[in-house]
């Protein structure tokens, strides 16, 4: 129990407890300011200012109208030691790998995805080697929910040359998704790399993945190349920086 002269972090240290012992659970409104500020033996503003802390975690999130609602989601996994294999992409015939992710923890994913022709933007351009002023790439946009929670945005970049006339170009890639699509073509990924830098939302981002300004998202630029050191892929992935957790694993020397 919280006494009267408590620092509103503590307060926010004891309902996040709260929260991880699933006396609030996922998804459940949480009581109000006044109600927790009675229960606690604090002030509404330390309560507030509490709330707050647990905001910008993302462990909690306003919604309008109704109140304060913990976060439906725990923190996800994307584990970069796995996900790129085929094996896990296409483990029961779902198509891709966030889809063998999110079916493991027994979630439901969907999309809203614009597919087609497209310009890329420069830096893209540069890395996959095609026209920056042209409708030089295939670009698979999509906005990605799991049980109805946004969860990520991602942009696919394919060059023209690589997908036009195959299911790369269309909306239902096939059990596996573009990745296994490219190694049936001839463009077996041998090699990834990802680029990541934490940035604030931009709005339209914000609107969607139900963040606030000062939060952050991780941006990962991620490019797929073939054993002959060809960039066929760049995938653009925008993730709210409380709903992942990043695990990435690789060959050490051992000296």
């Known amino acids: 129990m919280v006494t009267p002269g408590d620092h509103y972090r503590d307060v926010a240290n004891t309902i996040r407890q709260a929260i991880h012992e699933g006396v609030y659970p996922r998804g459940s409104l949480l009581p109000t300011e006044d109600k927790l500020a009675e229960e606690l033996h604090v002030n509404r503003a330390t309560v507030n200012k509490a709330l707050g802390v647990l905001k910008r975690e993302g462990l909690v999130w306003v919604h309008m109208g109704v109140g304060t609602r913990v976060h439906e989601l725990p923190p996800i996994l994307r584990d970069a030691a796995v996900r790129h294999s085929r094996a896990h992409r296409e ?4 198509r891709g790998s966030l889809a063998s992710e999110l079916d493991q923890l027994g979630y439901t994913l969907d999309s809203d995805n614009t597919i087609g022709p497209g310009r890329p933007p420069a830096d893209v351009a ?9 409708d030089s790439v295939i670009v698979r946009a999509r906005r990605m929910r799991a ?4 969860i990520q945005i991602v942009t696919s970049y394919i060059p023209r ?4 006339g195959t299911p790369i170009a269309e909306r239902d890639p096939g059990v596996g ?5 490219l190694a049936e073509l001839g463009y077996a990924q041998a090699e990834i790399e990802e680029n990541l830098q934490v940035r604030p939302p931009t709005p339209e981002e914000a609107r969607f993945l139900r963040m ?3 939060q952050r998202v991780i941006e990962i630029f991620h490019t797929g190349w073939t054993a002959t050191n060809r960039a066929v892929k760049v995938n653009v992935y925008i993730l709210p920086s409380f709903q992942w957790n990043l695990r990435y694993r690789y060959p050490a020397d051992p000296v």
């Open 147 to 150: 049980e109805g929670v946004p």
């Open 212 to 214: 606030t300004p000062d």
């Open 177 to 181: 998704g573009i990745s296994s699509r």
């Open 126 to 134: 540069d890395v996959l080697g095609v026209a920056p002023d042209s």
């Open 91 to 94: 483990r029961g015939g779902v």
């Open 161 to 164: 040359d690589i997908a036009d």
